[in-house]
């Protein structure tokens, strides 16, 4: 049973020994076969973007890292959370320093790859978030922080075997 209730709330966010404020997020991704055929050549991948709280521009679901939780539990709650969707979380992408939209400070960012396996119809934030499946190409032209597309850099290497592995991972 999915919770259709989004966490609030920072006290039990997680900081770093510079308090820099913990966020993980994801990247969820799937691949759509452009004919019906079995080489692995006509998969193109889409990846799953949502809109921010504002509506204005589009990122991937991420939020703080709570100290009941692992890193882990943390990226796939906001996945379903902010995205309405599940699925399988693959090893970290990196980790990125980032300064905050609202306020004045930075945090530390962690994002990870998660292959969808179920989207779902009801969500926590259905009536806050629009989430669109798109190109990486649409990604990277809509999204509107560059850590995250430098995240999208990294999963698109992982996934074309051109990747360097990350010290992080």
């Known amino acids: 049973m ?35 055929c079995t080489n ?45 969707v599940q699925g399988r979380i693959q090893p970290k992408l990196g980790i990125w320093s980032f ?12 994002m990870f790859p998660l292959l969808v396996t179920e989207q779902l119809d009801l969500w926590p934030e259905k009536d806050i978030r629009q989430r669109k499946w798109v190109t990486v190409v649409e990604a990277k032209e809509n999204c509107q922080y560059p850590w995250m597309k430098e995240a999208l850099d990294e999963l698109v290497n992982r996934l074309t075997g051109s990747s360097r592995q990350t010290a992080s991972s």
């Open 99 to 110: 300064k905050s939209k609202s306020q004045d400070i930075f945090h530390e960012g962690h």
């Open 2 to 36: 999915v919770s259709l209730v989004s966490r609030t709330g920072r006290q039990l966010q997680r900081y770093n020994p510079n308090g820099r404020r913990l966020v993980v997020g994801c990247i969820p991704y799937r691949f759509k076969i452009e004919k019906p």
């Open 40 to 84: 692995s050549s006509d998969r193109a991948l889409e990846v799953l973007v949502i809109t921010s709280r504002n509506g204005r521009g589009n990122l991937f679901p991420k939020g703080g890292w709570e100290s009941d939780e692992s890193m882990i539990q943390a990226a796939k709650r906001e996945a379903m959370e902010e995205a309405g």
